[in-house]
């Protein structure tokens, strides 16, 4: 079945970085558009970024653009966020999550997401 594994979350000071993993399985991750999404406490669930099934036409949620950087290992069936310039309002658990049809160019809300990792930005 399909496995997201999210990693490398943790706590960090306002203008810090983290680099955020997912591990997937189950499923042929090449052929499939991944996003990173996030819930912050008591708000709903935002798409944060996206990229096609070949690595092209990274995507991202205007409060993200220009500080997060999403790529992909298809050989490896990995998917990454860099985030760089850290603010409280990024403090979220952050999903990784996988698009619910193949084939698709651009971010289908789904069901398909891993257990999440928490990300606090604070000082």
């Known amino acids: 079945q399909v496995q997201l594994v999210e990693s490398g979350g943790g706590l960090v000071q306002p203008g810090g970085s983290l680099r955020l993993s997912c591990a997937a399985s189950?499923?042929?991750?090449?052929?499939?558009?991944m996003s990173w999404v996030r819930q912050a406490p008591g708000k709903g669930l935002e798409w944060v970024s996206g990229?096609?099934?070949?690595?092209?036409?990274?995507r991202y949620a205007d409060s993200v653009k220009g500080r997060f950087t999403i790529s992909r290992d298809n050989a490896k069936n990995t998917l990454s966020l860099q985030m760089n310039s850290l603010q409280p309002e990024d403090t979220a658990v952050y999903y990784c999550?996988?698009?619910?049809?193949?084939?698709?160019?651009?971010?289908?809300?789904?069901?398909?997401r891993g257990q999440g990792t928490q990300v606090t930005v604070s000082s």
């Open positions: 999550a996988r698009n619910p049809g193949g084939s698709q160019t651009t971010y289908v809300p789904t069901t398909y």
């Open positions: 189950g499923f042929p991750f090449a052929f499939y558009y």
């Open positions: 990229i096609r099934s070949g690595g092209g036409d990274p």
